[in-house]
C-alpha cells in the first residue's frame, strides 16, 4: 500500500524520519507521555535506537510498532505526526 514505510531513522532521541511507499517523507515526534504501557520501554535510548522497518511498519523488538496508515495520514496533513 502507499502507505507502507520503506525506511525509517532516528534523529534524536524520540524523533525519527520516515519514507513511505509513495515517496512521502515526514517526522515522527514521541513525547514521553505517550509512553505508557508496553511503549514505555522506549524511553530508554539503546532500545529507542533499534528502529527498524518490517513489513511496512515502523517496528521495535518486543513486537511494537505504529500503525502506518495513522502516521501517513497525519504525515500527509502536517509533516509531522506527534504521538502525546
Known sequence: MYWDVVEARVVDHLEFMVTFADGLTGRVRMLPSHLRGVFEKLQEPAVFSQLSVVDGFVSWPGELDLAPD???DEI?????WVLS
Request: charged share 10%; hydrophobic share 40%.
Open 76 to 80: 500527509k496533513q502536517n509533516g509531522v
Open 70 to 72: 495513522a502516521m501517513y
